[in-house]
């Protein structure tokens, strides 16, 4: 079983900057990709960003050049660094995580918990 946990949210003016952390424990291996989705208030979980076990990344247009993901693998942790940011930035960003069973290939997927980002001045 993995256990994702994220922080790093909380409250930031227009234009500035929030890095969140998820932190991977558990049974990790098979892990095909992980991802950032982010769910405001009243609307779908959309996707984010995401990078893969070969270090692919890939954007929302309507974060690209402003965010970053990363991942840390000896701290098994993956990052989104979040710059520019701007109030329709706000929202609850989840860390998903996709693991393939190397036996039947069948692919499960883990969610956190959630942070909340707030861009308001």
């Known amino acids: 079983q993995v256990q994702l946990v994220e922080s790093g949210g909380g409250l930031v003016p227009p234009g500035g900057s929030l890095r969140l952390s998820c932190a991977v424990s558990g049974s990790i291996s098979g892990i095909t990709r992980m991802a950032w989705y982010r769910q405001a208030p009243g609307k779908l979980r959309d996707w984010v960003a995401m990078?893969?076990?070969?270090?692919?990344?890939n954007y929302a247009d309507s974060v690209k050049d402003r965010f970053t993901i990363s991942r840390d693998n000896a701290e098994n942790t993956v990052l989104l660094q979040m710059n520019s940011l701007k109030p329709e930035d706000t929202a609850v960003y989840y860390c998903?995580?996709?693991?393939?069973?190397?036996?039947?290939?069948?692919?499960?997927?883990?969610w956190g918990q959630g942070t909340q980002v707030t861009v308001s001045s």
């Open positions: 998903h995580l996709r693991q393939r069973d190397r036996l039947t290939l069948d692919e499960y997927d883990f």
């Open positions: 990078i893969t076990k070969n270090g692919a990344t």
